[in-house]
């Protein structure tokens, strides 16, 4: 196949990987296998469909891989494998914040990986036991919240043939017995289960933020529990920062690869304490050989970062009041301060990837002060001092009811190609359409060369002259030819048979390497055409 994309390695694989933050994990050793539940965390979920960012795995005893990895609307609350036939019962749910509680009763087959939800009603399965008698009991929880958060009904429930238990078999409003302690929803011992397991390797990984590829192969990322982490050529870590408070959001490497500079925000914790101390917002430069801190830079509020292929950066303070932007020279050193106006400091990034230029997104000035538009900065020199230029507007059709946000782009030898969230109002909400958009711009006027529209959410963009690079969160990767937007191949990124959720991408043309990092941690190493 001409586009074929293939997954090379995994970088930070390991076992348990797929489902997220441990919850539950469950030995059973009478037919092989350990049952483990987890949560990925959150994405922003647009278009069709509906993100199920909880997961429950049943892995191989002997090797840990996984046999089957399922889906699950709610939280996993209780795990109960049958005593003798390969089945085990999940039971899931969560309080919706409002009223009501709601959750499912799942069955799940050891051996087939079907799922069957026992409950004909959304209720809260709080803790489940098989009896002696060959019944399931259970603990439920009140319909709603004025029936308490800590205690739950007991039931008990039969069927002819568990292996063919129908779905709807269980009715909550059956339980009616007085309500007892629930205790706890999870596994306290978890984590420290699947390091046994594991011998030691296991360790919690989560959301890869973003990534760099470095020319002498090595690979840069951020994520949640790390704020830098470096890969070595042949796929080994290298070292890692571990984040003392939400991790890093990006990395850009410097041009020559001996630093990269990272941006982190959140709470940090006091050591000692471990309590939440202060809301921590900076701009960091760290070395790629040892991963040691060599420059900071504190700024008022969450930056964004604007880099060129040549090694000039600004990092712009996003907030309700205005804070100069920061123009750092090649050398790393500052070069200049750009006193922008309110409406430009809050306005969102524009991530521009192998730019010749600092482009970011505003909402003026322009002849539209209404629309955001997209800006260039000019970093001083014998022309003068640095400057800002209005270059066109974000939308590029003013006839079109599409409202274009903003998002990851590419720039090319004389286009950009940026994309985002669209969302397209209706006459009423349930009629509005929301998708992804990618479009390719001249360069400098903004004309329209050609858009791809799509109902995928959107993860991210990276490509080149030839082949743009489209991620979506749904894991599925489109190629497009960067001249016409047509869409050359079509790809579903797995790790290990099993789909994975990208929330990142880079690419390295060079290489002919695309790397994916995703929800769970990993590190998709993909291999592309010349």
Same mark, same amino acid.
């Given at each position: 196949?001409?586009?074929?994309?293939?997954?090379?390695?995994?970088?930070? #694989?390991?076992?348990?990987?797929?489902?997220?933050?441990?919850?539950?994990?469950?030995?059973?050793?009478?037919?092989?296998?350990?049952?483990?539940?987890?949560?990925?965390?959150?994405?922003?979920?647009?278009?069709?469909?509906?993100?199920?960012?909880?997961?429950?795995?049943?892995?191989?005893?002997?090797?840990?891989?996984?046999?089957?990895?399922?889906?699950?609307?709610?939280?996993?609350?209780?795990?109960?494998?049958?005593?003798?036939?390969?089945?085990?019962?999940?039971?899931?749910?969560?309080?919706?914040?409002?009223?009501?509680?709601?959750?499912?009763?799942?069955?799940?087959?050891?051996?087939?990986?079907?799922?069957?939800?026992?409950?004909? !009603? @959304?209720?809260?399965?709080?803790?489940?036991?098989?009896?002696?008698?060959?019944?399931? *009991?259970?603990?439920? @929880?009140?319909?709603? !919240?004025?029936?308490?958060?800590? !205690?739950?009904?007991?039931?008990?429930?039969?069927?002819? %043939? $568990?292996?063919? =238990?129908?779905?709807?078999?269980?009715?909550?409003?059956? =339980?009616?017995?007085?309500?007892?302690?629930?205790?706890?929803?999870?596994?306290?011992?978890?984590?420290?289960? +699947?390091?046994?397991?594991?011998?030691?390797?296991?360790? /919690? /990984?989560?959301?890869?933020?973003?990534?760099?590829?470095?020319?002498?192969?090595?690979?840069?990322?951020?994520?949640?529990?790390?704020?830098?982490?470096? $890969?070595?050529?042949?796929?080994?870590?290298?070292?890692?920062?571990? *984040?003392?408070?939400?991790?890093?959001?990006?990395?850009?490497?410097?041009?020559?690869?001996?630093? =990269? $500079?990272?941006?982190?925000?959140?709470?940090?914790?006091?050591?000692?304490?471990?309590?939440?101390?202060? /809301?921590?917002?900076?701009?960091?430069?760290?070395?790629?050989?040892?991963?040691?801190?060599?420059?900071?830079?504190?700024?008022?509020?969450?930056?964004?970062?604007? =880099?060129?292929?040549?090694?000039?950066?600004?990092?712009?303070?996003?907030?309700?009041?205005?804070?100069?932007?920061?123009?750092?020279?090649?050398?790393?050193?500052?070069?200049?301060?750009?006193?922008?106006?309110?409406?430009?400091?809050?306005?969102?990034?524009?991530?521009? !990837?192998?730019?010749?230029?600092?482009?970011?997104?505003?909402?003026?000035?322009?002849?539209?002060?209404?629309?955001?538009?997209?800006?260039?900065?000019?970093?001083?020199?014998?022309?003068?001092?640095?400057?800002?230029?209005?270059?066109?507007?974000? &939308? $590029?059709?003013?006839?079109?009811?599409?409202?274009?946000?903003?998002?990851? *782009?590419?720039?090319?030898?004389?286009? +950009?190609?940026?994309?985002?969230? @669209?969302?397209?109002?209706?006459?009423?909400?349930?009629?509005?359409?929301?998708?992804?958009?990618?479009? @390719?711009?001249?360069?400098? %006027?903004?004309?329209?060369?050609?858009?791809?529209?799509?109902?995928?959410?959107?993860?991210?963009?990276?490509?080149?002259? &030839?082949?743009?690079?489209?991620?979506?969160?749904?894991?599925?990767?489109?190629?497009?030819?960067?001249?016409?937007?047509?869409?050359?191949?079509?790809?579903?990124?797995?790790?290990?048979?099993?789909?994975?959720?990208?929330?990142?991408?880079?690419? /390295?043309?060079?290489?002919?390497?695309?790397?994916?990092?995703?929800?769970?941690?990993?590190?998709?190493?993909?291999?592309?055409? #010349?």
């Amino acid at each position: 196949m001409p586009d074929e994309l293939t997954v090379r390695r995994i970088l930070g #694989d390991q076992p348990f990987a797929e489902i997220g933050r441990p919850v539950w994990a469950v030995a059973d050793a009478r037919h092989g296998c350990v049952i483990a539940a987890g949560d990925l965390g959150h994405v922003m979920w647009r278009g069709t469909g509906q993100w199920l960012g909880h997961r429950i795995g049943v892995y191989e005893a002997g090797t840990l891989r996984p046999r089957h990895v399922v889906a699950s609307r709610y939280p996993v609350c209780a795990v109960e494998p049958h005593p003798e036939l390969p089945l085990v019962a999940v039971g899931t749910g969560r309080y919706d914040g409002s009223w009501d509680f709601q959750g499912e009763l799942l069955l799940l087959h050891l051996e087939t990986g079907q799922v069957t939800n026992l409950l004909c !009603k @959304s209720r809260q399965v709080r803790h489940l036991r098989w009896l002696e008698d060959g019944r399931l *009991a259970m603990l439920l @929880s009140p319909e709603d !919240k004025d029936g308490g958060f800590r !205690k739950g009904f007991e039931l008990a429930v039969a069927a002819d %043939d $568990w292996l063919s =238990a129908p779905a709807g078999l269980v009715d909550p409003d059956d =339980a009616r017995h007085p309500m007892v302690e629930s205790g706890l929803l999870h596994d306290p011992q978890v984590e420290d289960t +699947l390091a046994r397991l594991t011998e030691g390797r296991w360790r /919690r /990984r989560a959301e890869v933020r973003d990534l760099a590829v470095l020319a002498d192969g090595r690979v840069l990322a951020t994520g949640l529990h790390t704020d830098l982490e470096c $890969w070595d050529p042949s796929g080994a870590p290298t070292w890692a920062l571990p *984040a003392e408070g939400e991790g890093s959001v990006r990395v850009e490497a410097a041009p020559d690869g001996e630093s =990269a $500079w990272v941006t982190y925000r959140g709470h940090r914790r006091d050591k000692g304490t471990g309590r939440l101390v202060d /809301r921590a917002i900076a701009v960091q430069r760290v070395s790629t050989a040892d991963g040691d801190v060599v420059d900071t830079v504190d700024v008022p509020s969450a930056p964004a970062l604007h =880099a060129t292929a040549e090694g000039w950066l600004a990092v712009r303070p996003q907030g309700r009041d205005a804070h100069p932007a920061l123009l750092l020279a090649p050398t790393h050193q500052e070069a200049a301060r750009l006193d922008l106006s309110p409406s430009r400091s809050n306005s969102p990034a524009l991530r521009v !990837k192998h730019s010749d230029r600092l482009l970011y997104v505003d909402g003026g000035p322009g002849p539209d002060d209404d629309a955001p538009w997209i800006h260039a900065i000019d970093p001083p020199g014998a022309h003068g001092p640095a400057t800002v230029r209005a270059l066109f507007p974000l &939308r $590029w059709d003013p006839a079109s009811a599409l409202q274009p946000w903003y998002g990851p *782009a590419v720039e090319l030898s004389d286009s +950009l190609v940026h994309a985002g969230r @669209s969302y397209e109002p209706g006459t009423t909400y349930l009629n509005s359409r929301e998708g992804t958009y990618v479009v @390719s711009r001249q360069l400098p %006027d903004g004309q329209t060369r050609w858009v791809h529209l799509t109902d995928k959410p959107l993860a991210d963009l990276d490509g080149d002259e &030839r082949r743009m690079y489209v991620v979506y969160l749904t894991g599925e990767v489109e190629i497009l030819d960067a001249a016409t937007g047509e869409v050359r191949a079509r790809h579903t990124l797995r790790a290990h048979g099993h789909p994975a959720t990208p929330v990142s991408a880079a690419y /390295r043309a060079d290489q002919q390497r695309l790397v994916v990092g995703t929800l769970d941690g990993r590190i998709l190493d993909c291999s592309v055409p #010349d």
